[in-house]
């Protein structure tokens, strides 16, 4: 059985290597959060200099809702791929996945809402 913090490890370690693959390039930080039933994914540096690029020369909103779009529809394609990571990890299906991103930071943000909580046990403390 994993702790809490092997669990969000290795989420992140799965995320960074979805992103490296399907995206051409890694966040610069990777955080996960495992909380009750939810895993929550914060990235930050994602944005390629192709996207800053467009979201920057076009008009704000076009620009960014480009990017969105882009971006909303490669996690949907490779939903079944990041479902099958999290319940490798975590033993359980995720329900729901929920994804947004800021075009202004370049922080992504992924949200799994998991059948059940994982079942984990408790870090000794030194």
Same mark, same amino acid.
């Given at each position: 059985?994993? &702790? ?17 693959? /399907? ?24 944005? &390629? ?27 949907? &394609? ?8 999290? /319940? ?39």
């Amino acid at each position: 059985m994993k &702790t809490q913090g092997e669990i969000e490890a290795a989420i992140c370690e799965g995320v960074r290597r979805f992103e490296q693959e /399907y995206m051409g390039r890694g966040p610069k930080d990777i955080r996960t959060h495992l909380i009750g039933d939810l895993l929550v994914v914060r990235l930050q540096g994602v944005l &390629t200099a192709a996207e800053q690029q467009l979201a920057g020369s076009l008009p704000s909103e076009r620009g960014r809702d480009l990017l969105k779009q882009v971006r909303t529809q490669l996690i949907e &394609t490779a939903r079944p791929v990041l479902e099958k990571m999290v /319940y490798d990890i975590t033993g359980f299906k995720p329900v729901s996945l929920h994804h947004d991103i800021s075009t202004a930071t370049g922080e992504e943000v992924v949200i799994f809402t998991l059948a059940e909580p994982p079942v984990f046990r408790e870090t000794r403390k030194r």
